[in-house]
């Protein structure tokens, strides 16, 4: 068991609000991107993937935020309807803004990364107004995702939906997704991202976006980290550290330690956003901390392994299946 309570009368069981953009994956891999020359488009933005896992684990989601008007922006819409993700609450840009682009670069299986274009992007434009407080309402889990704190009027709106999540009784899990190059400084970062930490039950995020949550703090221990946030909403800390697996710490005290499992590793990211569907899934089910971690765990060494992040992730049956396999020793990297 875990300690999260779940409203039960709720229609939906996860919204997330933010980042909804296209991931363009270099096909030729293992070489710098000043080798490549063709890319697959898939739809991406790390709050838009969990969901879309989320979605693939048969609960019943929805999305808020704010797309382009273009072929972008349409992909993106019919991607999610596909997926039976409710998109009520996604609003079109009529000012010109365009869609994000995340251009990844595969120059190894433990070198990747990733060439954001965001400048003018329709994401960042979602006012707090467009913010459906009855779809907040009527959910069990909101996730906000940090990158759609970094400018206003997106800033504003993701406080608004923490506002109708704490009158509604929405739990809220807070996943750190840190992009440096979506903010003016770290210090401004960590001002946003400590606001709102303060009102979220569930916080995941890597040893390293803590840091700079932290930077005007001394001690940086994950045990400090977490302890932190229980002298506020928080009952679960996550705290990921890549292959060396993850770290949940709870309100009373304890820590729950989760291994990583073997992968035949394409690409690094997605293991983040993978993880939190798997994990937050697991918790909605009532599992204990070890299991939701542990198909996490599972559900992120399936995305690494593959090409894409949100056409890649799995079904529940998967997942299982995955780890049945590791326990059998059948999956050797
Ligand atoms: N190389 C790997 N092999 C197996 N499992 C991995 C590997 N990298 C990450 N994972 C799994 O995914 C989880 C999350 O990965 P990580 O700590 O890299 O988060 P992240 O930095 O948010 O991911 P992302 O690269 O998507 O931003 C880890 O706790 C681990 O369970
Ligand atoms: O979050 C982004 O904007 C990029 C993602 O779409 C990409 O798939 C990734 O980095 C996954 O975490």
Known sequence: MNDIAFPADRSLDFTAIGRLCIDLNANEINRPMEETSTFTKYVGGSPANITIGMS??????AFIGKIANDQMGRFIRDYLEKNQIDTSNV?????????????????????????MYRDNVADLLLTPSEVNEELIAKSKLLLISGTALAQSPSREAVFQALQYAKKHGTVIAFDLDYRPYTWKSQEETAVYYNLAAEKCDIILGTREEFDMMECFEQEHSDHSTASRWFNHSAQIVIIKHGKEGSIAYTKDGASHRAKSFPAKVIKTFGAGDSYAAGFLYGVMQGWTLEKSMEFGSASACIVISSHSCSDAMPRAEQVHDYIARCERG????
């Open 91 to 115: 609003v079109n840009d009529y000012t010109g803004a365009v869609t994000g682009l995340a251009f990844t670069e595969i120059k190894s299986p433990t070198d990747c990364s990733i060439l």
């Open 56 to 61: 693939r684990f048969d609960l019943k989601t």
């Open 330 to 333: 059948e999956i050797v990297v």
